[in-house]
């Protein structure tokens, strides 16, 4: 039997909202929270970790050694394997579009779930994803079609990935309490964001299944340095039935209605798994089966306007001169860069002798605090 269930994710409320608190919000139970969808493009993923309190500040605990199926219709079951960390993973070709499937879960401690029967949806390609300069930033939008008028729902996820550099080069390290020089580059660096909001659309109430340049993504270009060097967005596209469109839909309404989806909040949802050990015992979670398409783009700073004055990230950064034998009670270029200050080059004085080192904090200088310093393989 599905029921509404009011659940309590934490968040801070703001001062001019009164708190709301179910009973579930001190509960003595944590509730199964699944969360993924059977892919049939690539590997199915599903991770499992439990709901908390709102006055819990832990991260959610995850859901290990349980043993999670996938059943079809019209062909027998096949188990996820499970990786250790509350996710559990199947292997591209396992679902077929156009096929029912649904999963069961069964839990270390011997309980018992499972979800409805759902059809694995084909996703139409993406149109196009394109932007615009507008005055505060770029404005990003998708736009696709379904020629067979089938799909009439969708969902968008995204990833940003932007290059940027530290303040600083460092050429010098500082390894083994010695100076010596450095091997990895720590100024050039990469970093990828997933969305975080829910991005949905309909076509339902139009004579033609298309959704034109919905309005996915709008990046500043005052309070971020993503369009400072080089930015790339990365667009997934899927498929959603009528009843999994409103689940989200009706997610999207009550987060943003107070915060992002992250923010502590209650909210009333019901989805396709429940428990069969205990009916009474609520289930976080929607599970969809669809395949996935997708389009990447890039922006590079020449195509922007040019009176644009994009932030480094860095504009606060001061290095500072620090001697290799300070009079006390300055401390040492060893004994800043023992704590943890990252050397930049060496100074000599007039006769060529190394006396001090240019020095800064690691979130100056050393872009892997905000990023990777690898390339992607997409770059």
């Known amino acids: ?59 959610p605990a995850i859901e290990t050694k349980a043993t999670v199926k996938v059943e079809g219709e019209k062909s027998g079951s096949q188990t996820f394997v499970d990786q250790g960390d509350g996710t559990y993973t199947l292997a591209a070709g396992g679902v077929q579009v156009g096929q029912k499937y649904c999963l069961s879960i069964k839990t270390a401690a011997g309980r018992s779930y499972a979800s409805d029967y759902v059809t694995v949806k084909q996703t139409p390609k993406i149109d196009n994803v394109s932007w615009q300069a507008q005055n505060q930033g770029v404005q990003f939008y998708v736009t696709t079609h379904d020629p067979t008028n089938n799909t009439k729902y969708y969902r968008w996820e995204y990833e940003e990935t932007w290059e940027f550099y530290s303040a600083y080069y460092s050429s010098v390290d500082y390894l083994n309490k010695q100076f010596v020089s450095r091997a990895e ?15 949905v659309a309909s076509s339902v109430k139009l004579t033609e299944d298309v959704i034109n340049q919905f309005p996915l993504v709008f990046v500043s270009n005052s309070s971020s340095n993503r369009l400072k060097t080089r930015y790339s967005l990365l667009v ?30 209650p909210f009333q949802v019901v989805g396709n798994l429940y ?97 990777v310093n690898v390339k992607p393989g997409f770059w």
């Not at 580059?185 to 991005?199: A, D, P, V, Y």
């Not at 899927?238 to 987060?255: D, I, M």
């Not at 994009?310 to 950064?317: D, L, N, R, W």
Request: proline content about 9%; some cysteine.
């Open 236 to 265: 997934r596209q899927s498929a959603l039935t009528a009843e999994a469109f409103e689940y989200w839909q009706n997610l999207r309404k009550n987060t943003e209605s107070l915060g992002s989806i992250f923010d502590p909040q």
């Open 1 to 59: 039997m599905r029921k509404y269930v009011t659940i309590g994710i934490t968040l801070l409320i703001g001062s001019c909202v009164d708190p709301y608190r179910p009973p579930e919000v001190s509960a003595p139970n944590t509730y199964l929270v699944v969360d993924g969808f059977l892919n049939a493009t690539g590997a199915s993923t599903i991770r499992l970790s439990r709901t908390q309190n709102l006055s819990e500040s832990k991260k």
């Open 275 to 371: 428990s069969v050990t205990d009916p009474d015992e609520p289930v976080v979670g929607y599970l969809s089966g669809y395949s996935v398409e997708e389009q990447r783009l890039f922006v590079s700073p020449t195509q922007l306007p040019s009176t644009w004055r994009i932030p480094s990230g860095y504009e606060s950064c001061v290095p500072d001169t620090v001697l290799l034998a300070p009079p006390p009670p300055d401390l040492s270029a060893a004994e800043m860069a023992g704590a943890g200050w990252v050397p930049i080059e060496g100074y000599l004085s007039p006769q060529g002798i190394l006396i001090a080192y240019l020095m800064g904090s690691p979130t100056c200088i050393d872009c892997r605090t905000a990023g």
């Open 185 to 199: 580059n720590i100024n050039h660096c990469w970093r990828t964001e997933k969305s975080t909001g829910i991005f």
